[in-house]
């Protein structure tokens, strides 16, 4: 149900949804979902990362943008909250994230904090009032999505986004320099150990090599990991059936990420195994 915002006493706003009134502070973007998960939730004082609200953001600027593919969004509409969701993506509403990163198994408050957030700033390009405009937190921000299906989707793509730009050049470096001392010192001689103790004589590139080779095969492992997580569930809703997304949502939206990310998503074979499972994010 949407949240009707019934006054603004004291530097607050007074929203009203269907479990009754909830104050929030009358500056924010969020409203009564986030409130309540805000009151519920007062766990360790810890958010979500950027690399999470990155994709999230992501995941629902490309959504408003297939919904408009599909006619399920007029074009103004869809606009707005794409600009507002592209600022989530950016880092420019961060500190309108405030749920804690312990909450809910399926992580509703979040999505809601974030539907919440872009829909109001949606309102405010379109010069609306941000409680009572056009663009409704549910109806039009989560249009055909669900938290089961986009919160996996948006820590699958934060991961393998974080590995792939991050980690993995990093740990490439590493391994090329180590191989490289481990050439420039293959004649180098030295006391090799063991239990603590000398044993026999080794070269200096023989250890620098093994740790090269130990570096490599962290390669190798992120490598696999990134593709373990190439699987997104988008399109499969609240349970994997695709209940209330259109034909072609979600395969439209995953293409829309693989170009904005570089990243070599794919639907999932399984979505009820995709959103029922975190072993992908295990391995």
Known sequence: MAAEATGRPGGERVLRDSLGEVRVPAGVYWGAQTGRAVENFPISGRGLPRAFLGALGAIKAEAARVNTDLGELDPERADAIARAAEEVASGLLDDQFVVDVFQTGSGTSTNMNANEVIAAR??????????????????????????????????????AGAISADLLPAARELHAALAGRAVAFREVLKVG???????????????IGGWAAQVLHGVERLERAV?????LPL?????????????????RLIERLVARTGLDLVPARDPFEAQGARDACLE
Do not use: C, K, Y
């Open 122 to 159: 949606a309102n405010e390009l379109l010069g609306a009032d941000r409680d009572d405009g056009p663009v409704h937190p549910n109806d039009h921000v989560n249009r055909a999505q669900s938290s089961n299906d986009v919160m996996p989707a948006a820590l699958h793509v934060a991961i």
């Open 227 to 231: 593709a373990a997580l190439r699987e």
């Open 235 to 251: 399109g499969g809703t609240a349970v994997g059936t695709g209940l209330n997304a259109p034909p072609g949502f979600g395969p």
């Open 193 to 207: 150990r063991t239990h603590l103790q000398d044993a026999t004589p080794m070269r200096v590139g023989q250890e």
